[in-house]
């Protein structure tokens, strides 16, 4: 299936425990809400609309390690960029399965993440090629876009998981 990444925002109070614990504001389905499944189905019809309002949740499939790469510093000891925040972690291997990443971004850092995701949008429509792959990267930054602006104009904060 592949290692994928999804995003719910919460409310402001709710910015302790999305802190302490960044799962407990994740579904225990994320896939079911990103295609529009039952939780928990094993095999079920679908349109492939996400059951989650897109204001309460991002889902960016397998792009969030382009989105890692285009956020990252590009040479050893730079400081990412504030956008990297909602991108860094990874996986932990163990056998043949993995344990996923999770984090809380409280809603005093989503302002800054927005504004700079938006910077970049401009700054790699203008670099990036028209091929496949190129498209592919566009469309889940606009998809970022969209959601962080949202939940930065509504002071909430969200929560992410790699996995």
């Not at 896939?31 to 204001?55: E, I, R, Y």
């Not at 700054?123 to 592919?136: E, G, L, P, R």
């Amino acid at each position: 299936m592949g290692i994928r990444y999804y995003a719910y925002a919460f409310d402001a109070d709710m910015t302790a425990l999305a802190l302490a614990d960044p799962l407990s504001v994740i579904s225990d389905d994320p896939l079911a809400d990103a295609w529009g499944m039952p939780h928990g189905a094993q095999v079920a019809d679908t349109n492939f609309v996400q059951s989650v309002p897109k204001t309460d949740m991002l889902y960016l499939d397998k792009a969030w390690s382009s989105m890692q790469a285009l956020t990252a510093p590009s040479r050893a000891g730079e400081t990412p960029r504030a956008a990297y925040r909602m991108f860094e972690g990874q996986v932990t291997m163990n056998g043949y399965g993995w344990s996923p990443w999770a984090r809380a971004i409280a809603p005093e850092e989503v302002v800054e993440i927005a504004e700079d995701l938006v910077e970049l949008q401009h700054s790699v429509s203008d670099d990036m090629t028209t091929d496949q792959d190129a498209h592919y990267i566009l469309d889940f930054l606009q998809r970022a876009v969209e959601f962080l602006t949202q939940v930065a104009a509504s002071n909430r904060g969200f929560a992410y998981m790699i996995g």
